[in-house]
């Protein structure tokens, strides 16, 4: 079972930036009548979202607008940084590593650990466990978690089963290696007969790029996609989310022996409303301990998680201590649930670029 415990690294603070671009659902034709759009909008919990239509950026520009901020204002100098991980499924290129890039630009040392990890709406709790495994030995003190999507130029704006409801972003966790900071414990899993519920079929090396993968098909009445846009399976991302989430908590606290009265705020994969409403109401937790962004940024992927921190929590975490247990769920498909506490955490502002 992937139950990982990881001692002696202390979260020292997290950084968000986001596209200035900012849609509007209430103003988007695809979802049909106002009453239409009013009950999308009361279901998925999405009103706004920022994006990266019209402009050149990429998910590594927001990520590196977030980690230069964070940076600054820890007073950490770049050269201090050991380890540096990217993790995201909207990469520069194919190949190199856009974390080795990312190192470049931030200034980091040559001697500075970079990978990157493919992974999406789970991707900041698998991010979190790998970067915190390497620095709990001590050999790196301080690391730099980036995670991000711009997922919205993979959705087709004539799908209404995406394209409302993702928004982009990129996020910058700082860690330091700190003896007695206490623990990081981790619930992690993966069901990867799932793989084709959340996909872009081409592009890839299994279904290399080709004359008809930009040939748009109507998928559903009124529904269009090529195969170099995501196909997301609705109903079974949904049964999988709120089957997989609810166990992953429970397990990680019957495992590390806490209950839910030990937790301040439980931070969901920001999905859907409905969804994470269903998954709040089998773990039974109050709606005053689980914040949401959805309505300002959308599903953001890999972000939505320290998006979320920062944006609906920032001003409470950056004072005193606490306790937090974040869940993510979706592409893979996989899921990760970890506990961890926070002391006087630097959150700024959400920025724009």
Known sequence: MAIVQCNNVSMKGIAACVP??????KFLPLLGSTADVERFIETTGVEYRHTVQGSNLCTSDLCFEAAAL?????????????CLIFVSQTPDYILPATAC??????????????????LGCSGWVYGLSTIASLMASGSMKKGLLLTGDTTTVTKSPRDKSTYPLF???????ALEYAEGSGSMMFQMGTDGKGFDAIIIPDGGFRN????????????????YRNHLQSILNGPAVFTFGIT????????????FHLSKDE??????????LIMNEKIRSKLKIESSKVPYSLREYGNTSSASIPLTIVSELGSVLNKGNHRLLASAFGVGLSWASVVFDTSDLVCPDVIML
């Open 70 to 82: 964070l940076l600054q204002k820890l007073n950490w100098h770049n050269d201090e940084i050991d």
């Open 263 to 272: 937790i301040d705020y439980f931070v969901f994969h920001q999905a859907n």
């Open 167 to 173: 928004g982009d972003a990129g996020t910058a966790t």
């Open 20 to 25: 200035k671009h900012r849609e509007d659902n």
């Open 208 to 223: 290399f790029y080709n004359e008809h993968s930009l040939v748009e098909e109507e998928v559903e009445p009124g529904m």
């Open 244 to 255: 997989k989430a609810p166990r992953s908590v429970n397990t990680l606290l019957e495992h």
């Open 101 to 118: 890039i990312l190192q470049h630009h931030l200034g980091l040392s040559i001697d500075c650990f970079a990978m990157d990890i493919s």
